[in-house]
């Protein structure tokens, strides 16, 4: 029976991977899909360059040289199976000039500002004249920065309002998954403010809560809809590049938080490396002008270096506790084999998926680290609840309900620094004592001995609701603590809960009475005093009533 909840956890970390990545898999080869509109005509074959004169089919990775124009001739059908109104074009880090039959359609021309030197990747709708038929489409591309291969889509034609829905509704699934990464950060950061605020810092938790708005600051750029939002997307461009050199940071941080040995020294290392390259890369981008996706060897060859680094520690380490090896191999080795192969893919391939792996390397990611953390919590809210009745059982008399005897000795501690610290901070106390308790038990049994005790509690619970404690001292001995209220108040109090007492028929016993006494920290200093001088004057009070019942003592 021991091994069933390693079981039901490794089933359902099996889950969680397995819908995960099917559900990252479907987001992302929908958003990484080409236009598939039904309607629209895709303009692929026969294209002319008028450079060199070679025919060229789109799409096609061409080797664009900077401010060098590219210019390619096409000539529409003479019929075609639908009227469109626009063409549609991705450009890509270029100016676009688009002519139909040497009539400007589109020209653009970007001028540099401040860091940004170019209007970045986009997607742009062109208007069409209603007699486009048959004419001839040229395109001018003129490249903004030096590119040395860059995959040209081909033009289609379509209707913008159709496109537009296509578009929007391949990147939703993407965008869901986004933003819940986006709200787990900010729920994360929000909670670990709280549990500093309360003396506890979870480093583990600070890490997981940047990851997730890293994360989700690397996926929003992926979505093609920001191509759209945005007329110049360099600081999309950016974003993209400077969250990826930064992503390391926060996986270091869940690494080093969960070791205990000196290989703690050596992520720190790892961590001041990384922070230090992206600092390079960002100042070269700023002052130098080289471009990040120039840099991207560079930030590859360093990933492949922290992969080198932290195998061996997550292989031979030594973890905080037991399972926490398992639970960061989990989470961490599907971002690594998923970057691996997006880096053979972008190498050694055509293959035109933007960090497609990764990208659900990230998303198993964050739900594993989220199912971990929620684990976790629920053990430590379970200790907590266990930990609270056992203090429960441990202070609470079982039989009234009310504070027992331990709870007594305990507050008495602080009441008594209270006390001393603050001259003007004043307590009473009440003692009081059920005179037929005994009698009770012997007449009638001790079940009627019980049903007395729960009365009086309850009465006492009534009578005074504003309390420090009302507690049973033990047997029919009761002490209740209250903030400072005068002896002559709290008799008339008394007096009634005497007689609310005595308006109960506890079975047959036909005379009840009620004994108590007061005392307050204006005459005594010390709870201990207070106690003796509430019990002295409890007992005389029980004396009196045995006297005039004819009882002897």
Known sequence: MKSLPKLLDRIVIFLILFALTGF????????????????????????????????????????????????????????????????????????????????????????????????????????????????????????????????????????????????YLLNLPSLVATNIIFLLGICLVVLYRVLRKNNHNDSGLLALALFSLLCSIYLSTQLGWNKLLFANTTLLYIAEFVAHLLLPLPLLLVLKNALADRSRRVIDGCLCAT?????????????????????????HLQLLILVIITVPILAFGRFRQSGQRRQVCISLVPIIVCSSIDTIIHYFTNVALPAFFLQIGFFTFVVLQAFFLIRLYLKAWEVEQRSKAYETLAYTDLLTGLKNRNAYESDAEYLDVMLKRNLRYNISCIAVDADNLKRTNDQEGHAAGDLLLQTIAEVLKKAFPKNLGIYRIGGDEFTILLTYRSKTELRLVLEEVVKSLAAHRFQNLAIFSFSYGISDSTEFRTLAALTAQADAEMYNMKKHHRQEAGLIE
């Open 275 to 299: 922070a230090l390259h992206a600092t390079i890369q960002s100042l070269l981008f700023l002052f130098a002008g080289i471009e990040f996706r120039e840099m991207l060897p560079a930030a």
């Open 24 to 167: 990252a898999a479907i987001c992302l080869l929908r958003d990484n899909s080409s236009f598939t509109d039904k309607q629209a005509l895709p303009l692929q074959e026969n294209w002319i360059n008028t450079t060199s004169g070679d025919t060229v089919s789109l799409p096609a990775s061409l080797s664009l040289t900077k401010n060098v124009p590219l210019t390619l001739q096409f000539t529409l059908p003479e019929s075609s199976p639908h009227p469109y109104t626009e063409l549609y074009f991705s450009p890509y880090y270029y100016d676009l000039e688009v002519y139909l039959d040497d009539q400007p359609l589109l020209k653009e021309k970007f001028e540099p500002v401040y860091f940004s030197r170019t209007n970045g990747a986009r997607k742009v709708f062109v208007s069409l004249p209603d007699d486009w038929e048959g004419k001839q489409l040229t395109i001018v591309i003129t490249p903004q920065v030096q590119i040395s291969s860059v995959k040209l889509t081909a033009p289609t034609l379509c209707f913008q309002t159709d496109a537009l829905t296509e578009i």
